[in-house]
């Protein structure tokens, strides 16, 4: 099987793009990995090539998935038998959002 060309662009430590990560680490697939925060031209490129704002995008062989989770890239990659399903499991959550982005949760008060 031949692996896709695959460009993800991500951010160096948010939780939705370390799960992109991990899934393309899965099934040991090579990858660009294109720091958008610190680097804005990448950040300008994932845009102008996406159309929105939001990460993580992924272009799999000039098909661009965007605001993805690692989920939604593994789906893509195996509905496209652009993968084999593998046993392995991911080395980071695929379902994370970043951790500014968790709920916060707050103490309930109950009136007596």
Not at 52 to 81: I, K, T, W, Y
Request: hydrophobic share 35%.
């Amino acid at each position: 099987m031949e692996k896709p060309k695959i460009i993800a662009y991500l951010k160096p430590t948010c939780g939705w793009s370390q799960g992109v990560r991990a899934v393309l680490r899965k099934y040991d697939l090579p990858f660009e990995d294109r720091d958008i925060i610190n680097d804005s031209d990448q950040r300008q490129e994932m845009i102008e090539k996406s159309g929105q704002m939001l990460s993580p995008c992924v272009e799999v062989n000039g098909r661009m998935l965007a605001d993805v989770s690692g989920e939604e890239v593994e789906a893509f990659l195996l509905a496209n038998s652009l993968a084999q399903a593998n046993e392995r499991k991911p080395d980071a959550p695929i379902d994370q959002p970043c951790a500014h982005e968790l709920p916060h949760t707050s103490p309930l008060h109950f009136q007596a």
